[in-house]
């Protein structure tokens, strides 16, 4: 599936910013089974350095000076990207969990997973979502079974709903209102998986949404998206995973890159001087080509 991405996020300030320099993480990462056709990060007003790299994780890194004053700051991503991700294994081949939580005693093959087993600065270990989590993994479960039969639990039992969560919110508040957006489900699920001892990645990009039945496609309407890579072992490696869809990503997922939770992530960080209070406007277009 071959899909062009527009991500473009506008900073509003009451008052001129002299100086800023941003860190943008906006570009798609290329992967066995993500070709990146095309990239570009577009400053508006233009940066007057602009450079790029990779982050601890492999994620691609761009970094944006402005030295004029300027009352606004728009970052925007246009890329076109083809997906096509590997089938998962069938879930009843998948090791029992416990062999999988071994992960953190290290080894040949586990180096790449062992990282993404312990605690993070927004995944938090939480008894309570332990609890919830250990119900989907009894003894000698497959990990994957145990994988997919959370994702269900997870659709039934929380509502979308936007504004009820921020970016800081622990993961035990999430499970006690039971409601939160992708982020929430994401944190959620990793913490209780970690706490299994199962490695688990925060992984950030785009699903393609749709409109309702007979309307017409609306400009903006696709969302900035987050889910969860699983590790299932040295056999069959990581398999990322939607909680809030309730579905193994396959066909309609692009992504930007992973980590530990979503501040390894952030798509746009900096440190301004002046501009006072501010406004943000994010608006994202995944479309199919």
């Not at 790299?53 to 970094?63: K, Q, T, Y």
């Not at 590997?86 to 080894?107: I, L």
Request: glycine fraction near 8%.
């Amino acid at each position: 599936m071959r899909f062009q991405v527009e991500h473009a996020t506008t900073f509003s300030y009451a008052e001129p910013v002299d100086l800023a320099c941003h860190m943008v993480r906006l570009l798609p990462r290329p992967l066995p089974y993500q070709q990146v056709i095309t990239s570009e990060v577009i400053a508006d007003p233009a940066a007057s350095r602009h450079s790029e790299g990779v982050d601890h994780f492999g994620n691609r890194v761009g970094w944006l000076f402005l030295d004029r004053p300027h009352p606004h700051f728009t970052v925007t991503l246009k890329a076109e990207v083809e997906v096509d991700f590997p089938r998962a294994p069938a879930p009843e081949s998948t090791p029992p969990w416990e062999e999988v939580a071994t992960a953190r005693d290290g080894g040949p093959l586990q180096w790449q997973a062992a990282e993404f087993v312990f605690e993070s600065p927004m995944v938090a270990a939480d008894p309570d979502v332990a609890a919830y989590v250990a119900q989907s993994f009894p003894a000698g479960r497959p990990v994957l079974v145990g994988v997919i039969d959370l994702l269900d639990r997870i659709r039934q039992d929380f509502r979308f709903q936007a504004g009820v969560t921020t970016i800081a919110t622990p993961v035990g508040r999430v499970l006690a209102q039971r409601a939160g957006v992708c982020q929430d489900f994401s944190h959620l699920m990793i913490s209780g998986l970690r706490s299994l001892g199962l490695p688990s990645r925060y992984v950030s990009g785009y699903i393609r949404t749709r409109p309702p039945p007979g309307q017409v496609r609306r400009r903006g309407a696709d969302q900035s998206h987050a889910w969860v890579g699983c590790w299932l072992g040295p056999a069959h490696g990581w398999v990322d995973v939607d909680p809030t869809n309730n579905l193994i990503v396959r066909d309609e997922h692009v992504v930007l890159g992973w980590g530990r939770d979503y501040g390894d992530l952030s798509p746009v960080r900096g440190v301004i001087l002046g501009g006072g209070a501010h406004s943000l406007d994010v608006r994202v277009d995944l479309l199919a080509v």
